[in-house]
T-cell receptor, first 114, second 114 residues
Framework: AAGVIQSPRHLIKEKRETATLKCYPI?????VYWYQQGPGQDPQFLIS???????DKGSIPDRFSAQQFSDYHSELNMSSLELGDSALYFC?????????????FGPGTRLLVL | AQSVTQLDSQVPVFEEAPVELRCNYS??????LFWYVQYPNQGLQLLLK??????LVKGINGFEAEFNKSQTSFHLRKPSVHISDTAEYFC????????????FGSGTQLTVLP
């Protein structure tokens, strides 16, 4: 079965640079979530989109922005990168059925900021 | 607000022995509960979930969990572990409200010893 696709899988940037992470949800899924997992930490919710509109916002820095496009893929844009942004960034997708739907996670993008 | 507490950060156990990974949650509203597994350098894979109905939930790889509302717990169990079960296990909760993002516990590293 098709899974959530994230690209790139690994990314190395320098401080103050920008980065764009992409997420392609499972076909027919209409909701995308972004999570950040720092080294040795649990995943923290950043932001989510349902039907191309932002649905919830968590601990996402103002330097980050995200959107969901007409084909339901999503991009997380990160500017003025800091060392502390080094983390594993997960995207998850789900199909909003009106009840708590299951979130399926992608393999993650590992970002290293030097 | 909701939170998740995983009481054990590390659980070593011998192969073929039973294991229980503990998870307690707090929430002011009804919750949905999940267990995810993360193998080294990989994404999060759903093990099982509790949405409603029977409080004993069976998942993949022989794992099961029991929802105990009075004790606000959702402990994960397996009667006989294998070396391949060595991984990080995350308990997660989401509320029954409109916000669907997951709140994760800090994780439990299960190490199965030969």
């Amino acid at each position: 079965a098709a899974g959530v696709i994230q690209s790139p899988r690994h990314l190395i940037k320098e401080k103050r640079e920008t980065a764009t992470l992409k997420c392609y949800p499972i076909p027919r899924h209409d909701t995308v979530y972004w999570y950040q997992q720092g080294p040795g930490q649990d995943p923290q919710f950043l932001i989510s989109f349902y039907e191309k509109m932002q649905s919830d916002k968590g601990s996402i820095p103002d330097r980050f922005s995200a959107q969901q496009f007409s084909d339901y893929h999503s991009e997380l844009n990160m500017s003025s990168l800091e060392l502390g942004d080094s983390a594993l960034y997960f995207c998850a997708s789900s199909w909003n059925q009106g009840i708590q739907e299951t979130q399926y996670f992608g393999p993650g993008t590992r970002l290293l900021v030097l | 607000a909701q939170s998740v507490t995983q009481l054990d950060s590390q659980v070593p156990v011998f192969e073929e022995a039973p294991v229980e990974l503990r998870c307690n949650y707090s929430s002011s509203v009804s919750v949905y509960l999940f267990w995810y597994v993360q193998y080294p350098n990989q994404g999060l894979q759903l093990l099982l979930k509790y949405l409603s109905g029977s409080t004993l939930v069976k998942g993949i790889n022989g794992f099961e969990a029991e929802f105990n509302k009075s004790q606000t717990s959702f402990h994960l169990r397996k009667p006989s572990v294998h070396i391949s079960d060595t991984a990080e296990y995350f308990c997660a909760v989401s509320s029954s409200g409109s916000a669907r993002q997951l709140t994760f516990g800090s994780g439990t590293q299960l190490t199965v010893l030969p």
